[in-house]
């Protein structure tokens, strides 16, 4: 599912299918819960992001723990290109405030503050 939500965080910031993998970085975050753990992966996804424009295509996220309270993911894509890459929401951080992961059931949410 932390792969899904980094898709879908992608997927707000730029037309994915426009996103070549020409590079995979490595992503981890920890946390102290499920939920928690989704908002610390986003955000560093987002990290990547605001550091060099990095958009991400894929995603390969492996979990460490049960529950999980850590991630260690691949994230494959390349650096924003205006020439190809349509501008969309310029996402500032993914937020705890009603934060939901659920794993057994398939259901996550977590808002972001544009």
Same mark, same amino acid.
């Given at each position: 599912?932390?792969?899904?939500?980094?898709?879908? *965080?992608?997927?707000? &910031?730029?037309? /994915?299918?426009?996103? $070549?993998? $020409?590079?995979? $970085?490595?992503?981890?975050?920890?946390?102290?819960?499920?939920?928690?753990?989704? !908002?610390?992966? *986003?955000?560093?996804? =987002?990290?990547?992001?605001?550091?060099?424009?990095?958009?991400?295509?894929? =995603?390969?996220?492996?979990? =460490?723990?049960?529950?999980?309270?850590?991630? *260690? #993911?691949? !994230?494959?894509?390349?650096?924003?290109? #205006? #020439? /190809?890459?349509?501008?969309? !929401?310029?996402?500032?951080?993914?937020?705890?405030?009603?934060? !939901?992961?659920? +794993? +057994? /059931?398939?259901?996550? /949410? &977590? =808002?972001?503050?544009?």
């Amino acid at each position: 599912m932390l792969e899904a939500l980094g898709l879908g *965080l992608y997927g707000l &910031v730029t037309d /994915r299918t426009k996103v $070549r993998p $020409r590079e995979v $970085r490595t992503v981890s975050a920890s946390a102290s819960d499920p939920a928690s753990l989704a !908002v610390a992966f *986003l955000n560093q996804l =987002i990290l990547a992001s605001a550091e060099d424009g990095f958009l991400g295509r894929t =995603i390969v996220a492996r979990t =460490i723990g049960h529950p999980p309270t850590a991630v *260690l #993911a691949e !994230v494959a894509g390349e650096p924003f290109d #205006a #020439a /190809r890459h349509t501008s969309g !929401v310029e996402v500032k951080a993914a937020t705890l405030h009603d934060a !939901v992961f659920d +794993a +057994a /059931r398939g259901r996550a /949410r &977590v =808002i972001v503050d544009i």
